[in-house]
């Protein structure tokens, strides 16, 4: 298993190809496959092709590779990755599966297709070979009946949800003969390279999320009838008010498909004959109906939501049941969400929503009460532990806490009130515990229903989980919005926890006390913490006040402090590992350049982003990258101006990583630095850094000998500018702008080779800086972002 390398899909639908795509981004050499066309098309008969040309036989798998290639959101974390895949077709290249490792069905969800292509693979397998289905809630009992013994040992559901390379959750579901440890050590590499939170369920009917989260849908639109509420107010109120995603339920209903749904509603309806809940799932008849007038969601552009570009740009509709007809979208705004939107704790939003009155306070309770009553009731049926229960619908349809630990968060005395007060009989495993989850000597225990018994809950050895190590002891120092955690083996955790992790002022100072004490007390430091994103950067609420009130030594003071936090990090006497993943942006991407190593989730999307406000990179970002620029062409021997123009570009276009990978090519990560494909290891990963960098870590010496570029560089750079003013691409603040950053990256207005120190740099960024900070263009950038969270092209 450790060894293994080569995978295939059979079916290159938009699921096969991005699981294709998704094992390549894995670095695995994939086959994808489908069936060989039976007709020409027009254009392969002009061109002399017949049905036995190997491109027109491979049609199907080059078609779903290229959509895996054009897809958005993509599919791919680098073009490259493409090139990692090899098509083919069913008729001729069943062969080929002999060389793979590991073999994934992935073909149109019905029974007898799917037994009819498992039949046809077996003799073209090796004797280790792996096979598996992505089924979504079909019977892996059933499809193994007719596969031969040895083969049921190692065949097994490995269902990923769509997209899969965003989806954290994978489910894998053995048939009764599977072998158990074959289980586990698919589990572990599935985990590891794809980086998967991976869930074992039980075989029944749509195993646990689809289960869960088809029926929350299903609720949730027989509540808004009964109610009287629109698609958009339940949306308001289903979202991240409710600790649930921001696609809510309707627009969650248009990614999946209208007519997924009522397929899945059906096919759910039928397989659950003894289900209490069964009608839930019977589809609606607007949604039904809806489906029947082409109305699809996404696939088709129209269906619960519609938008629609107009000359002042796109606008957003939504389906008026009553009208039949799409409506503009009124962004309707419940005093029970009032509170909640500047809450940053997904349980207190929860807490504040449900104590509210109004329409969209009852429909949430109902909702979720409803929901949580099912996951009860299904739970001994569908998985064998609440925490897998919670996982799924965390990992698979993004609920920032599960139904489970939504009970917690609401209080389980107070819940089964509101069921008394509502006329509903308490279940009887909600009468035997006060809540589903605690803390024990520093061991997390989940509460099991079915023995009345806590359990300890399983964790991967290498999850370090910090909220377990705060509530154990092991926060050393904390501020309104940082603090410091023992990790153990002598290293310390700088955590940021402010609103989107914004850098405030005490986390700057916190920063140098957590570097002190790891030079005096452990062996190195990360910068890192398990929030929603990394960190989205300086906290620009108080520089607006700033510039408000012309307070032109505030901002000196804040540039000063936040470059000696970077030099800090940069040349402590311990390594520094910064640990980005989701948003790292403008000064959280500083901090992580001027740590000794990066050790980046395979989704971090970071950049120097400062000009979308006006303003620069000033906490060393500039200064970083003119002294990456200068080292690389020092050792490749060539011109600085092809790196110190991607540099250039970079800042100037507030370009933003997609992916981790694109990190390298952007020049934020270096060799020596890495990406960890799976965030519930990323800390762990990166302590496995410091303590390797720890056994032979000396500190960088300040740069003093830093050849310019030089004025000449910089001239061609403004005069790229000049040029895309006058083509219309960029405003004349944006020249100012891109003018200045210009200037510094080129080391101020000196000839090429002059010799300039890092502490120079930092005087030209700070200078720059509040030069533009200045400048009433900016502070219309800077309120207009505050305003809209949109960049103003003034």
């Known amino acids: 298993m450790k060894n293994m390398q080569r995978a295939a899909v059979l079916g290159a639908g938009v699921m096969g190809a991005a699981i294709a795509a998704h094992l390549a981004n894995s670095g695995l050499d994939v086959l994808l496959l489908d ?83 498992l039949q046809s693979v077996i003799p073209h397998l090796n004797d280790n070979a792996i096979l598996s289905s992505n089924t979504s809630g079909l019977s892996i009992n059933a499809l193994a009946e007719g596969l031969p013994a040895d083969l049921q040992r190692r065949f097994l559901v490995t269902h990923f949800f769509n997209p899969p390379r965003y989806m954290h959750l994978l489910e ?84 999946v498909g209208l007519d997924t749904l009522v397929h899945v509603g059906r096919n759910t309806w039928q397989l659950l004959p003894d289900d209490p809940q069964r009608d839930v799932f019977q589809p609606a008849d607007f949604l039904v109906g809806m489906v029947e007038s082409g109305l699809l969601g996404d696939k088709s552009k129209r269906g619960f939501y519609r938008k629609e570009k107009g000359k002042d740009g796109s606008q957003l509709f939504y389906f008026d049941l009553a009208t039949r007809d799409y409506k503009p979208v009124a962004k309707p705004k419940f005093a029970c969400t009032k509170e909640a939107r500047n809450l940053d704790d997904p349980a207190a939003r929860l807490r504040s929503v449900l104590s509210g009155d109004d329409l969209g306070a009852q429909f949430a309770w109902r909702n979720l009460r409803d929901t949580l009553l099912y996951a009860v009731q299904c739970l001994p049926e569908i998985a064998e532990r609440i925490e897998d229960v919670d996982n799924a619908m965390k990992w698979g349809f993004s609920w920032e806490i599960g139904p489970f630990a939504m009970f917690d968060a609401i209080g389980l005395d107070a819940f089964k009130k509101r069921l008394t ?51 154990s002891g092991g926060e050393i120092v904390k501020t309104d919005n940082a603090s410091l955690v023992d990790l153990g083996d002598g290293v310390f955790c700088l955590e940021f926890h402010s609103k989107m992790n914004s850098i405030s002022p005490d986390m700057l100072t916190l920063l140098h006390k957590a570097v002190q004490r790891s030079e005096t007390e452990g062996i190195g430091l990360i910068l890192g913490n398990q929030g929603g994103i990394f960190s989205a950067g300086a906290n620009l609420a108080v520089l607006g006040m700033a510039l408000a009130t012309r307070n032109v030594e505030a901002v000196r003071a804040a540039v000063r402090g936040f470059q000696q936090a970077s030099m800090t990090l940069k040349y402590a006497r311990v390594p520094v590992v910064a640990a980005p993943f989701n948003i790292c942006l403008g000064g959280a991407c500083e901090l992580s350049l001027h740590a000794t ?105 300040p740069a003093r000998s830093v050849p310019a570029p030089g004025r000449d560089v910089a001239a061609s750079m403004k005069t790229r500018l000049w040029n895309l003013q006058q083509g219309g691409f960029i405003s004349a603040y944006d020249a100012v702008i891109g003018g200045t950053i210009a200037d510094i990256l080129c080391g101020g207005d000196v000839p090429a080779g002059t010799l300039i120190s890092e502490d120079y740099l930092l005087e030209l960024e700070q200078e720059g800086f509040l030069s533009l900070c200045g400048n009433p263009q900016t502070a219309q950038r800077i309120e207009h972002m505050l305003k809209t969270g949109k960049p103003l092209r003034n």
């Open 597 to 701: 190593a990066i050790n980046a989730h395979a989704e971090t999307y970071m950049g120097l982003v400062e000009v979308g406000v006006g303003l620069l990179p000033a906490g060393g970002g500039c200064k970083e990258m003119t002294l990456r620029a200068v080292e690389q062409a020092q050792l490749y021997q060539t011109d600085i101006s092809p790196f110190l123009f991607k540099s250039f570009e970079n800042i100037g276009m507030a370009k933003v990583s997609t992916s981790g990978a694109e990190l390298f090519d952007l020049g934020y990560l270096r060799r020596g630095d890495s990406i960890s494909p799976n965030r519930d290891r990323l800390l762990d990963d990166a302590k496995q850094k410091v303590l390797a960098l720890a056994r032979s870590h000396q500190s960088p010496q």
């Open 172 to 255: 894998i579901v053995p048939c009764r003969a599977c072998d158990p440890q074959l289980v586990a050590d698919l589990a572990e590499f599935i985990s590891r390279r794809l980086g998967k939170g991976v869930v074992q369920c039980k075989d029944t009917p749509n195993f646990i999320g689809n289960r869960i989260g088809a029926y929350s849908l299903f609720n949730a639109m027989r509540h808004m009838v009964d109610l009287g509420l629109t698609p958009e107010e339940v949306d308001a109120v289903s979202g991240p008010a409710t600790a649930r995603p921001k696609s809510a339920v309707f627009r969650t209903a248009d990614l």
């Open 35 to 117: 069936l060989p066309p039976k007709e020409l098309t027009e254009d392969e008969a002009h061109r002399g092709l017949t049905l036995d040309s190997p491109e027109v036989r491979n049609r199907t798998a080059a078609a779903g590779l290229q959509s895996a290639v054009k897809a958005r959101p993509a599919a791919f974390t680098s073009s490259r990755n493409a090139q990692r895949i090899t098509i083919g077709n069913f008729a001729d290249d069943l062969p080929r599966l002999a060389d793979c490792d590991w073999i994934i069905e992935a073909v149109i969800e019905h029974p007898g297709i799917k037994a009819k292509l």
């Open 421 to 471: 007060d509502d006329g509903i009989i308490v279940p009887a495993a909600l009468g035997k515990v006060s809540s589903f989850y605690r803390l024990e000597a520093g061991q997390e225990q989940s509460f099991d229903p079915a023995s009345s018994s806590w359990r300890p809950i399983q964790r991967h050895p290498t999850e370090i989980r910090l909220d377990i190590l705060k509530r």
